[in-house]
């Protein structure tokens, strides 16, 4: 497929969660599986930040969510009620334990249903997305400046009542 922007590089990711997730809206996703690779633009993210009762780093580190305490860059996937792999990628610097998840590419929403359109598993956790030859992101040069919605997190009904008002989700205003 020919390239539609340039690599992403590491700097990129090393911000806070909710500058990153907003930051994501627009960039093309990139998977390559199989020789083939597939570009998918994000339409749809979730911060989860330091001293955040609804992040999985909240309280501390586990095997399960040690690649959000890697550098910001790094992928996170995770199994989510058995059925669905559910894809973030670490923001910050190392030991933050900070990230965004990813809920929308193209017209697709939700969470679990991109990792399936995306052929993503968890054989991508760890994976360095500046460098990873399997997963990417990409500039999107041919958008113009999009207008973004923020809204309340999704299913974090166990969070503390001032996390559960952030607004932490971004989405691209159709």
């Known amino acids: 497929m020919k390239s539609i922007g340039s690599r992403i590089k590491e700097d ?8 990153l997730a907003e930051k994501l809206i627009g960039k093309y996703l ?3 599986i199989n020789g ?6 994000i339409s749809e993210t979730e911060a989860y930040g330091i001293n955040d009762s609804a992040c ?5 580190r586990t095997k399960r969510n040690a690649p959000m305490f890697c550098k910001g860059g790094t992928v996170y996937i995770y ?6 792999e559910i894809a973030n990628i670490a923001a910050g610097k190392e030991n933050e334990g900070q990230g965004v998840m990813i809920r929308g590419l193209d017209n697709t929403f939700g969470p679990g249903k991109i990792t399936k359109l995306a052929g993503i598993d968890r054989s991508f956790n760890y994976e360095y997305l500046p460098t990873s ?8 040069l041919t ?14 009904g166990y969070a503390v009542q001032q996390d559960q008002d952030k607004l932490w989700r971004f989405r691209i205003k159709n």
């Not at 083939?36 to 633009?41: A, E, H, R, V």
């Not at 207008?147 to 299913?155: A, L, P, S």
Request: proline share 0%; charged share 25%.
């Open 12 to 19: 990129f990711f090393i911000c806070d969660s909710e500058i």
């Open 30 to 32: 990139c998977v390559h």
């Open 36 to 41: 083939k690779t597939s570009k998918f633009m």
């Open 56 to 60: 999985h780093c909240y309280k501390g």
């Open 79 to 84: 199994l989510c009620y058995g059925l669905h």
């Open 133 to 140: 030859l399997t997963i990417w992101l990409e500039e999107n």
């Open 143 to 156: 958008k113009s400046t999009c207008k973004i919605e923020k809204f309340k997190r999704i299913g974090i």
